[in-house]
């Protein structure tokens, strides 16, 4: 399976309210940010003419920031619902068919979020700790993903 990474999932309005909720659950936290992934499932090992339609393909939309990496952050990754195929997937797939490359059996996208914590002085007034317990990481992936249509992973290659 190839993982490219894409642009920005978060328009400022969402991200700020996004973050909004996060702190609530839980206020160690001091940033969000979110990109889109795309997972390429295909039957033969993608040749560079492939490589490059993909990324022609899968380039749309705001530039994507880069990662803030200042600090202790976890990842988040929210796919659709295992055993089932989005309709950005379907059609998707349906145009990387209908530009020759058949042999892709399926173009899926995913959400990779980055969640920055507050470290130093102000983040251990707050009891910021170095990584999420397994109840705030419950909490956060509450907030990202919708149960009904969502999965929520903690490495893109599980």
Partial sequence: MLILPGSNALSVFRSH????????????????QARYVHFIDASTALSSDDQTRLDALLTYGEPAEPDNTDGVAEEFFVIPRFGTISPWASKATDIAHNCGMAHIKRVERGVAFRINLKTGILGSAIGAAKKLT???????ADLLHDRMTESVLRSASA
Avoid: G, H, T
């Avoid at 309210?17 to 969000?32: E, N």
């Fill in 134 to 140: 397994d109840e705030q990481v419950q909490a956060v």
């Fill in 17 to 32: 309210r996004l973050l909004s909720q996060l702190q609530a659950a839980v206020p160690a936290i001091a940033s969000v």
